[in-house]
């Protein structure tokens, strides 16, 4: 299964309370995008790129604002940042900042790419969706958005870019982005880019603390090293049910006791990863089945209890099911 890019709760969590904030309900909240509270409020969740995107479609209905993603990223709480940006805005200069945000990006969005780049007198950083499919101009406004506003309040400086520009069509609310990023827009553009004056990447940022960027620091390079490995919590489950098959049945029960969470919580868990657990459970031993059976020092009665099935019997119906023959039937169809 092709996992998905994931964004990161604050994200959520900071768009939920700007909904609030325009006296939108809670219980409209949740209602409109199936959403509860309690979840966005987990700071260790993530959720798939399209929910957020449906997300940010969905708040611009409840608020009634088209440009709410541009307005969003107008406000700066440090309380609904993520990791990435407490990094950042924790740095001593804004070279560090911005050099930080390039390698981080992703934490905060796994589909967002973002490449910092110099030439002459310019700084530009670029913005690429990857996979291409997940692109959302909502997210690209709020993002772009959220970073100069977010410059401009922990330097202390009134910055403005050189230039801003956009692979989408100019919107109605052009006037929207003309007041916040006080500079040339293009459109149309053949990538998402910030350009900036060279020289703005020696601004110091004031009120910054050594101690909380060296701390964060250290757990952003941890989270990007779990992130590049690309575990999904699928296949943690299915490392449990390949490391215990052969001890007998292995059940839901079981699994979500060695993982110290509840059934429930392992049952939605994998279904956010579009998995229900028994078919995760048949594919391991489907796959598994193949394997020992195309190696002719194993027999069926060998197959079945690697496999944790009480019986022979209730392997071979399992693994007609799976491939419509036999064990034996398979076996036979193998080169010799």
């Known amino acids: 299964m092709k996992k998905q890019p994931t964004v990161c709760s604050s994200s959520f969590r900071a768009t939920w309370n700007a ?3 325009r006296n939108v309900a809670d ?3 949740a209602g409109a995008t199936g959403l509860a509270r309690d979840q966005v409020d987990d700071v260790d969740r993530r959720f798939p ?7 940010l479609h969905t708040a611009v209905a409840l608020s009634g604002e088209p440009a709410f993603a541009l307005h969003l990223g107008e406000r700066v709480v440090p309380e609904d940042m993520s990791v990435v940006a407490h990094v950042a805005f924790n740095s001593a200069y804004l070279d560090e900042a911005v050099r930080h945000y390039a390698r981080f990006a992703k934490l905060a969005n796994e589909a967002e790419q973002v490449t910092l780049s110099e030439k002459g007198t310019e700084v530009s950083l670029a913005q690429a969706t990857v996979p291409a499919c997940y692109a959302e101009r909502l997210s690209v406004e709020r993002t772009f958005s959220l970073g100069i506003c977010r410059i401009r309040r922990f330097t202390e400086r009134d910055i403005d870019p050189l230039r801003v520009c956009f692979q989408h069509a100019a919107p109605a609310y052009l006037d929207e982005y003309e007041r916040i990023f006080r500079c040339p827009i293009r459109f149309g553009a053949k990538s998402n880019t910030i350009v900036m004056d060279r020289d703005l990447l020696h601004v110091h940022i004031p009120h910054r603390s050594s101690q909380i960027h060296n701390a964060l620091l250290q757990h952003a390079e941890s989270l990007l090293g779990e992130m590049a490995q690309g575990q999904l919590f699928r ?6 049910i390949l490391q215990n098959l052969h001890r007998g049945e292995v059940d839901i029960g079981w699994v979500a006791g060695q993982l110290a969470m509840s059934r429930y919580t392992l049952y939605r868990r994998l279904r956010e990863e579009g998995v229900k657990f028994q078919d995760l459970l048949d594919e391991t031993r489907r796959e598994l089945a193949l394997k020992y059976l195309g190696s002719p020092e194993y027999s069926v009665n060998d197959v079945a209890f690697l496999l944790g099935f009480s019986e022979t019997s209730a392997f071979s119906r399992a693994f007609r099911r799976w491939t419509g023959e036999s064990p034996a039937t398979f076996r036979r169809g193998r080169p010799g």
């Open 19 to 21: 909904l609030r904030e």
């Open 27 to 29: 219980r409209q909240i």
């Open 49 to 55: 790129v399209e929910q957020w995107n449906l997300f």
């Open 235 to 240: 296949e943690r489950v299915q490392r449990l």
